[in-house]
């Protein structure tokens, strides 16, 4: 059974930091590309991040290049972001996403960036 279990969100003050960690299960993980996409109020979901299955290419949204980083451990079948400088316009539900063949999605994390 396929699992994608992002780490808990939370309230964020602008200019903060937070780095959010999604924990994999039930599929050979170092064969998936993984991505971070996220779903302000009213938006549709949004691409912000990926990266290849070894580690060795990552693309970001225009919005947080230079502000977000994915990573991954192959070892631990972990994928993270690591997000600095977080603004108002960052608030979102997060999702971890694997594409192996097939698409699976995690449940999302709420992140709030506000004073």
């Known amino acids: 059974q396929v699992q994608l279990v992002e780490s808990r969100g939370g309230l964020v003050q602008p200019g903060g930091s937070l780095r959010l960690s999604c924990a994999a299960s039930?599929?050979?993980?170092?064969?998936?590309?993984m991505r971070w996409y996220r779903q302000a109020p009213g938006k549709e979901r949004e691409l912000v991040a990926e990266?290849?299955?070894?580690?060795?290419?990552?693309n970001y949204a225009d919005s947080v290049k230079g502000r977000f980083t994915i990573s991954r451990d192959n070892v631990k079948n972990l994928v993270a972001l690591q997000m600095n400088s977080l603004q108002p316009e960052d608030t979102a539900v997060y999702y971890c996403?694997?594409?192996?063949?097939?698409?699976?999605w995690g449940k999302g994390t709420l992140v709030t960036v506000s004073s």
């Open positions: 039930g599929f050979t993980f170092s064969s998936a590309v």
């Open positions: 990266i290849s299955r070894l580690g060795g290419s990552t």
């Open positions: 996403n694997a594409w192996v063949g097939r698409t699976y």
